[in-house]
């Protein structure tokens, strides 16, 4: 006891002589990058649902109380009226949030990035990014509001689902909405290494993505496509490539890919049958529609916190299936390339990773490449972030304040991932 205050005395004077030392100790306490886009997204996340929670609490109260369309317009509520009230109220609500999430989407998309836009640059970006969205909404839930119309919440709830699929159906088109994404042919001199995985070249699209967590994947339903950005061709990452063949062919060929799409269409429309039933008003209401938004809102939250676990193993099926084909080494290499253009977290804890990370850390996929492949039973790609993109079409204002893509519109709707 009696050397301990000699040595912090010492230390004391070591960093007063030695400017660097308090520059190197102030470096290593400060949060990572990965740590940096975690806090983002969590108050992303926790404002929207936190608003949310609120806006049902004054709808249901009364305390907002819109008046019925019919005092409005002067004319008997028709399908066509209800339509108009039902987009009117919804979009509505969205651009209050966006108002209320710009300034974390400004530092999510122009300051906590590793390639900083200009401020002009990153504005342009997002209003293009939000006015999509907007229109999106639009068009969704009237598809929804119409159903009500005639079928009321039944129809609510397959207005909602059919949106959702016709959104994943057309998600490469609705990603070069939100943000100008290049693409083009696979150059025919990769043709052969694609053909080597199991890929058709004639599917493969790529991609120039502004934005380097961008990893494509598989896009779309029928016909299918798939992403990969411009940077995996090149002749320095080509090992990286092969490795991404294979493991894209393994999530395709295994039905992962299938499911996770036909899960993050159901999601969405599951969580409207269990909770629309419990508000006070019919699809006729104009306090419905405001509410619908909070509703879907609070089920995406739910999805984010359950969906993940059911992501995770096939991140690992895909890395031993490529393992077993190219050896372990080489796909180690490969995924340490691609957290460091993501994350760049080699380790997590327990509790986030289970909560936020439908992708598993680098260690953790590198410690399972070394174990015996364990079968997966009925794990879904993408699942989390499919429904999150999908769930649009339900309302949910969830999709672009996560922490993976929060204030980047270029992967709004392709999200990050393995």
């Known amino acids: 006891m009696g050397m301990s205050t000699p040595i912090v005395a010492d230390s004391s004077r070591l960093a007063d002589a030695h400017p660097e030392v308090r520059a190197t100790e102030a470096l290593s306490a400060a949060p990572t990058f990965a740590r940096r886009r975690l806090r983002l997204g969590i108050s992303g996340v926790g404002l929207s649902v936190m608003s949310s929670v609120a806006w049902l609490a004054l709808l249901i109260t009364g305390v907002v109380a819109p008046p019925p369309l019919s005092s409005l317009t002067g004319a008997v509520p028709t399908p066509v009226l209800t339509v108009v009230q039902a987009v009117t109220a919804v979009v509505a609500v969205f651009v209050l949030h966006a108002l209320l999430t710009f300034a974390l989407e400004y530092r999510g998309g122009a ?25 999106l909404l639009l068009v969704f839930v009237g ?10 919440t039944l129809g609510v709830v397959g207005g909602a689902f059919a949106g959702s699929v016709l959104l994943l159906a057309l998600q490469g088109p609705i990603a070069r909405l939100i943000a100008p994404l290049p693409s083009a042919p696979l150059d025919p001199s990769l043709h052969e290494l694609a053909r080597s995985q199991g890929i058709r070249p004639d599917v493969v699209r790529v991609i120039d993505a502004p934005d380097e ?11 299918v496509e798939l992403w990969i950005p411009r940077a995996w061709t090149s002749e320095a990452h080509r090992e990286l490539l092969t490795v991404q063949f294979t493991r894209r062919q393994a999530q395709f060929a295994s039905g992962a890919r299938r499911r996770g799409v ?13 909770l ?8 006729a209401d104009a306090a419905y529609w405001l509410a619908l938004p909070a509703v879907s809102t609070l089920w995406m939250f739910i ?36 957290d460091a253009w993501q994350d760049d977290e080699a380790e997590r804890s327990p509790g986030v990773e289970f909560i936020f990370h439908p992708v598993p850390s680098r260690g953790n996929r590198e410690r399972a490449l070394q174990r015996t492949p364990q079968r997966t039973l009925g794990g879904a790609h993408q699942l989390t972030r499919l429904a999150l993109f999908s769930a649009l079409a339900a ?24």
């Open 303 to 338: 999805g984010v916190l359950l969906l993940p676990s059911l992501s995770r193993p096939i991140v690992y099926n895909a890395d031993s299936i490529a393992a077993a084909r190219l050896g372990r080494d080489t796909v180690a290499r490969a995924v340490r390339q691609l």
């Open 213 to 223: 967590a961008f990893v494509g994947g598989w896009v779309g339903i029928r016909p």
């Open 111 to 135: 300051v906590v990035v590793r390639q900083r836009p200009t401020a002009g640059a990153w504005l342009g970006a997002w209003v293009r990014g939000v006015c999509v969205q907007g229109v």
């Open 143 to 152: 598809i929804a509001a119409s159903g009500g119309a005639l079928l009321g």
């Open 276 to 283: 629309l039933p419990l508000l006070p008003w019919s699809p």
């Open 395 to 418: 309302g949910s204002l969830l999709g672009r304040v996560v922490h993976c893509n929060i204030g980047r519109p270029s992967l709004w709707a392709v999200y990050p991932g393995d």
């Open 262 to 274: 036909f899960r993050a269409a159901m999601w969405p429309a599951f969580g409207l049958a269990l």
